[in-house]
C-alpha cells in the first residue's frame, strides 16, 4: 500500500511538471495530440468516408470539445492533429457529447467501422516549435501540399540536432528563401526522439521547383550545416500527402 501512494505521488508530481512545462513554454510552442492511422489499402475509400461522417456529425451538432485537422499521406497515413493546453486535456471525452446527441447505436457503428480499416494505431504529443520554424509568409493558406520529414536522433544528440535547425533557419533568413516549413519537436508518447519539419507547398510541382531554387540559393553554407545534420541522426522517414480540411472538423466559435 505504501509503495503504491509512492507510485501515485511520483505520476502526480510528473503530470504536474509536464503541464507546468507546456504552460512556460506556450509563448514560443503549441503541443499538439496526434493520432496516426495507417490504413489497410482496400479500406481506404471507407476509412475516408467514417471521416466525412464523423466530421458532419460534429459539426451539425457543433461539438465544442472536440477540434482537428487532418493530414493523409501518400502511404495511406492519417495524422489528426489536435491543439492541446496540456496534459489534462488528454483526459478529456472529445465525443462524449457527440453519443448523447448521435444515440448509442449510430456512434457505436460509426466507429465499429474505424475499426475495419486497420490492425493498429497510436496517439503522442509533438510541440511546434514557432521559434525554429520558417513562416515568412506568416500563414500557409492555400498551400495544402506537406512534405513531412521525421529526422531521429539519439537523446544525447537532441540538443545538438536543435542547434543546428537554428543554423538553418539563420541562413534561410539570411538568404531570404521561399521555401517555408513548421518544426515540431517529438514528445510524450512518441516512438523515438525526433524532429519533424512540414515543408508546405501549393502542389509538388511547386515544391519541387522551389526546393531547386532554394538549393541553389543557399548554396554551400547548406551542404555543410547539411553534412554536419546526417552526421548526427540514426535514421530519416520521408513522407509527402495534403492538409485535408475535408476531413477536419473546426468548431465555430
Known sequence: MKKLKIILIFIGILFFSFNQMIAQEASKSQAFWVHE??????????????????????????????????????????????????????????????????????????????????????????????????????????????????????????DKVISIAKSFKELYSKKNSKEQYNLYRSGFGSSGDFVLVEITAESPEAYERTRKENKELLGEERNVIYNELLGLITKVETLTGYLRMDLSYIPEN
Open 37 to 158: 492511422d495507417p490504413i489497410f489499402p482496400p479500406m481506404a475509400a471507407d476509412y475516408e468516408g467514417y471521416c466525412t461522417d464523423l466530421a458532419v456529425n460534429c459539426k451539425k451538432y457543433n461539438i465544442k470539445d472536440a477540434s482537428w485537422f487532418t493530414i493523409s499521406t501518400d502511404d495511406l497515413k492519417y495524422f489528426h492533429i489536435s491543439p492541446i493546453k496540456n496534459m489534462a486535456d488528454l483526459d478529456k471525452n472529445r465525443f462524449f457529447d457527440l453519443r448523447q446527441k448521435m444515440g448509442n447505436d449510430e456512434f457505436n457503428k460509426l466507429f465499429e467501422g474505424f475499426d475495419n480499416c486497420y490492425d493498429t494505431h497510436s496517439d503522442y504529443i509533438i510541440h511546434l516549435d514557432n521559434e525554429l520554424s520558417y513562416m515568412p509568409q506568416g500563414t500557409s493558406k492555400g498551400q495544402d501540399f506537406r512534405k513531412l520529414e521525421f529526422w531521429y536522433v539519439t537523446p544525447q544528440n537532441f
